[in-house]
């Protein structure tokens, strides 16, 4: 009888530790497996806007991805090609042009706060003019863009070989053409990378049968 009761108070027992570890347990992620994750960026860039609605292609951005391991973040370089010309929302320039008519004066150049931010870090400033130029009394100051997609150091992943083989960015990124803040739609686990390998033997990528690893030393070594 004794035992019996001593078999239940502990199975009690455990069950209410379950119950009060599980929170505990349930919040653990593996090395790389930070599904969702959605860090706040310096700048407030949009996915949407310049993937989805203005269509620019992923490589023109991230133009390491066709010639390294690292898809990279783009240089301030590549931002400026557009934003030297595109400083805020049409419809605010639009709504200002309108009032410079009505009011007989010359439109003011228009800068969002967060293109400002993207100034601010190559220490551009306006000339007399109005022409872009480089504040030489200013630093430059890189923008602190923070990580959203990150391995564990025993991993080895190379865009270039998927970029090569046809490998559409949304299948591992997800529809980062809807996305207003960029996360991690795919939790990037071994598992995961390992069923999509054994997929894409069977199936090819857009018609074209490859290869893809599912070997230990494909990406551990």
């Known amino acids: 009888m004794k035992l019996r009761i001593t078999a239940i108070v502990l199975a009690v027992g455990v069950v209410l530790g379950c119950v009060s570890l599980w929170p505990r347990v349930a919040a653990v992620r593996l090395p790389g497996n930070d599904l969702g994750y959605t860090p706040r ?3 407030d860039y949009s996915h949407r806007l310049h993937a989805g609605e203005l269509q620019i292609a992923c490589l023109y951005c991230h133009f390491g ?3 390294s391991r690292h898809a990279g973040i783009p240089p301030a370089s590549v931002c400026m090609n557009c934003h030297q010309h595109v400083t805020a929302r049409w419809v605010d320039v639009k709504e200002e042009e309108k009032r410079a008519v009505a009011e007989n004066r010359k439109p003011r150049v228009l800068v969002s706060p ?14 007399p003019v109005g022409q872009l130029v480089r504040d030489r009394g200013k630093p430059l100051t890189p923008i602190p863009w923070v990580q959203v ?3 564990p150091a025993f991993a080895y992943f190379d865009h270039r070989r998927h970029v090569a083989a046809g490998v559409d ?6 529809p980062v053409e809807t996305m207003e ?3 991690q739609h795919s939790d990037l686990s071994m598992g995961w990378c390992v069923n999509c390998h054994r997929e894409v033997n069977l199936t090819g990528v857009n018609g074209q049968k490859v290869h893809a690893s599912t070997d230990c030393a494909g990406c551990h070594y």
């Not at 960015?169 to 997800?174: D, I, L, N, Q």
């Open 181 to 183: 803040h960029m996360r």
């Open 65 to 67: 991805a066709e010639k």
């Open 114 to 127: 967060e293109i400002q931010k993207l100034f601010d870090a190559l220490a551009l400033t306006r000339d």
């Open 149 to 151: 997609h990150s391995l």
């Open 169 to 174: 960015c949304r299948t591992c990124h997800g």
């Open 41 to 43: 960026q310096p700048i």
